[in-house]
């Protein structure tokens, strides 16, 4: 019982310095959803989320679709098993809208199917691609998916819909560009492929420092290296490693592309899991003012928080850090951040039709103050 108070006496905590209406929202479904992953409360997070549009667009297009399906006579498949494709098929089967099952590199997983429909390998998928339309029901790694479907020949117009079909313009981790302190600094953790940092570039209007651009994916760093040579950006360091609360080694998963992550256990031993360099903001800052922290990198956010309490104390910079990676997170790095500045306030916004891509906002600064 007293593990119980303690818990609502810290959301409480955490709650306070949430500063709309939509952040408070979004809180108590992101909890909701911690207590029970459930289609519904899946469903619930969405309805406040950026991107509730494309699901939006999708349902729309679910008469035409089926038309398709009908008419060509193929098979309708979500691809995806995770939390999106099943909130999406529990959406259709309101809707009674049939399909006929799932597909995903997880099918292994689900000898007996899913949600009384079958789920197929992406290898049966591409061998039997004539039979086949399908649904991309993802919230992300989206080009990697699609970039796998081109590269086995399964035919373009077979995907149906995808969710850059319905997107615009992305402004995840971009949401306030009135409380980046101009002449500063950006810390890029998880550039994946330079895209974030263009984006800042633009989104600051260039009135940045120095941009340092995080990454320990090899793929990724040779991404990042091929789109650098054809677009340069200045002053823009890129720098080969994790951010942790240390410097040194972690084992990493570095065949997941977009979802490559850090092992927990720090086992190097398994497949595709290699040793990677990991340092710390405050090591690699140094004297240089941060004013803006962007962190998405699968899982380690709180310990590059960790290690980057100097620059975060000093600097007090805006941060955009995802916090849907590991259950607990998003309380655990409230709590981090408001005994480190307790001046910061918070904002959350929500960007994908599943369960991911929630990103907590932080900043000493208040909106209607600029």
């Not at 998880?190 to 940092?197: A, M, N, W």
Request: some cysteine.
């Amino acid at each position: 019982m007293n593990e119980m108070y303690a818990f609502v006496e810290q959301a409480v905590q955490n709650y306070q310095p949430l500063q709309d209406e939509l952040s408070k929202k979004i809180f108590w479904a992101r909890l909701a959803l911690e207590f029970d992953p459930s289609p519904e409360n899946t469903a619930q997070l969405v309805s406040l989320g950026e991107q509730q549009g494309w699901l939006d667009v999708l349902l729309r297009r679910i008469p035409s679709i089926l038309h398709a399906v009908e008419r060509d006579h193929k098979k309708l498949i979500l691809y995806g098993t995770n939390v999106t494709g099943r909130a999406i098929a529990a959406r259709l089967m309101e809707m009674q809208a049939d399909f006929y099952g799932f597909c995903g590199r997880r099918a292994k997983e689900f000898p007996g199917g899913l949600m009384g429909k079958p789920v197929l390998s992406p290898d049966y998928l591409f061998q039997h691609a004539d039979e086949f339309y399908i649904i991309l029901s993802v919230s992300e790694a989206e080009e990697e998916i699609l970039n796998t479907l081109r590269n086995h020949d399964f035919p373009q117009a077979h995907i149906l819909f995808y969710p850059k079909l319905a997107r615009g313009e992305d402004h995840q981790y971009f949401e306030f560009p009135s409380l980046f302190p101009p002449g500063t600094a950006f810390i890029d953790g998880g550039c994946l492929d330079c895209r974030t940092s263009y984006l800042f570039s633009d989104w600051c209007g260039g009135k940045y420092s120095k941009i340092f651009a995080f990454e320990p994916d090899p793929i990724s760093c040779s991404i990042c290296e091929q789109r650098l040579s054809e677009k340069k950006i200045r002053d823009f360091r890129l720098i080969r490693c994790g951010l942790s609360d240390h410097t040194g080694k972690k084992a990493f998963r570095a065949d997941l592309y977009g979802c490559s992550h850090i092992v927990a256990d720090g086992n190097v031993e398994g497949e595709h899991v290699v040793a990677v360099p990991v340092t710390t903001i405050d090591d690699t800052a140094g004297e240089e003012k941060i004013g803006f922290i962007k962190l998405d990198i699968e899982g380690s956010e709180l310990d590059a928080l960790h290690g980057a309490e100097k620059v975060i104390s000093r600097d007090q910079p805006l941060l955009a850090v995802s916090v849907y990676h590991r259950r607990g997170d998003m309380a655990a790095i409230m709590d981090y951040l408001h005994r480190l500045v307790p001046e910061y306030h918070f904002w959350l916004r929500h960007y994908s039709v599943g369960a991911a891509d929630t990103v907590l906002y932080a900043s000493v600064s208040l909106l209607n103050e600029q």
